[in-house]
């Protein structure tokens, strides 16, 4: 407050030419695919992210935000930790997201208002929350990975909000797009929210999608991946100039997830590329596969996972990987036929295999590549 900053930066030792695109921190990628990358992010891409999400986020001056997402995920670091030091919030922390009722008991002590999370760390509030501890909370964001459905209905249900759908990746400081809530008015009315889809980008961000082949860009309600423009958008991996240069060109970053965008705008995420099986010449998502089976136990709880594993004769065929008791696998088999899905999206009975927990990363996000790991290891062939 009393000193000149340049002085103050002198006496702090800061180099003589600063500049808004010097490298402020990297953060590491999860590795939930493979092998984690050091992303390297500028003051720029973090600013202008926190700025931009505040332009369209709903929150007042000083609401308290309860931070449980740890500082080492990009959406914890610049969500829970930047937009609270840059903008007129208040905060509250919690080091552990997985401990929901110590989360719930600060929610209620310091009415707290505006909560980021994660599909599965939402799960922990279900079964171990009362209705009267979260009461308080307004907001409630999810990023990392899918909000499955029966997550959100069963949180509005219980706690009276209903979660927004949020997306983001850590090559982009993370915030993409985002839902938010209607916005009416005298004479107008803007739809915010889209139930399944990840929101519109927010300001300053440009989207669009290309065919995964030819790169030709597509119309909207065509599925591609998703290419990302904008400041938000990292330096680089650290140390790995040609995987930089293989997700970076001509600015736009390619995310790697396969999407759609309606014509309102709206931004449907279908799957990660590496998601996909390609079976019988037929792309087959897991998520797809994931949500129909966990659909049909009737629990909340993250049961089972898909994975994809090398076939003789189609190419690939699925695995599946769950946590089910005996009676809710017995009924989950005699249910398969109510899928909904296409025979060849369909696991055979012999595909399942049980294990003691589904493998989570520290961010909640499920660990792809544990899974895949696992599936391999398990699956005897046909």
């Not at 985002?178 to 009416?184: M, S």
């Not at 030709?216 to 998703?226: H, K, P």
């Not at 293989?246 to 931004?267: C, K, M, R």
Request: hydrophobic content about 40%; overall charge neutral; glycine content about 10%.
């Amino acid at each position: 407050f009393f000193m000149p900053v340049r002085r103050l930066e002198r006496e702090l030792g800061a180099p003589a030419n600063r500049s808004c695109d010097d490298l402020a921190t990297i953060i590491f990628s999860s590795g939930s695919e493979g092998e984690p990358k050091g992303i390297m992010l500028t003051h720029f891409n973090i600013i202008s992210n926190v700025d931009a999400g505040i332009q369209v986020f709903p929150h007042r001056k000083w609401d308290t935000l309860v931070g449980i997402l740890p500082f080492f995920h990009s959406f914890g670091y610049t969500a829970t930790l930047w937009a609270v030091l840059t903008q007129k919030l208040s905060a509250v922390y919690h080091p552990n997201p997985l401990e929901a009722k110590q989360i719930g008991d600060l929610i209620h002590q310091y009415k707290g208002k505006i909560l980021f999370s994660t599909s599965t760390f939402l799960q922990n509030f279900i079964r171990r929350c009362s209705a009267k501890q979260l009461s308080s909370l307004e907001t409630i964001v999810t990023g990392a990975e899918k909000l499955a459905p029966r997550v959100r209905d069963a949180f509005k249900e219980k706690f009276g909000v209903e979660p927004l759908e949020g997306y983001g990746t850590t090559e982009c400081a993370p915030i993409v797009s985002l839902n938010i809530p209607d916005f009416r008015a005298p004479g107008f009315y803007q739809k915010g929210t889209k139930r399944g889809s990840i929101g519109h980008p927010i300001p300053g961000v440009s989207v669009r999608i290309v065919d995964p082949d030819t790169r030709e860009v597509l119309q909207n309600g065509y599925a591609g991946i998703l290419m990302v423009k904008g400041p938000n958008v990292m330096k680089g991996y650290l140390n790995q100039p040609e995987k930089t240069q293989s997700v970076l060109q001509d600015g736009w970053y390619e995310t790697g997830d396969i999407a759609t965008i309606d014509e309102d705008g709206f931004i449907t995420i279908t799957d990660r590329l590496a998601r996909f099986s390609k079976i019988a010449g037929e792309m087959v998502s897991h998520t797809v596969v994931e949500e129909a089976l966990q659909k049909l136990t009737g629990n909340p709880d993250r049961k089972l996972a898909v994975a994809g594993v090398p076939d003789a004769t189609k190419g690939e065929r699925l695995i599946v990987i769950h946590t089910l008791g005996d009676e809710e696998f017995d009924e989950l088999m005699g249910k398969l036929d109510d899928t909904g899905l296409p025979n060849l999206w369909v696991p055979k009975q012999k595909a399942f295999y049980k294990i003691d927990e589904i493998p989570v990363l520290g961010t909640g996000k499920m660990d792809l590549k544990a899974v895949k790991n696992l599936a391999r290891q398990l699956d005897i062939g046909e």
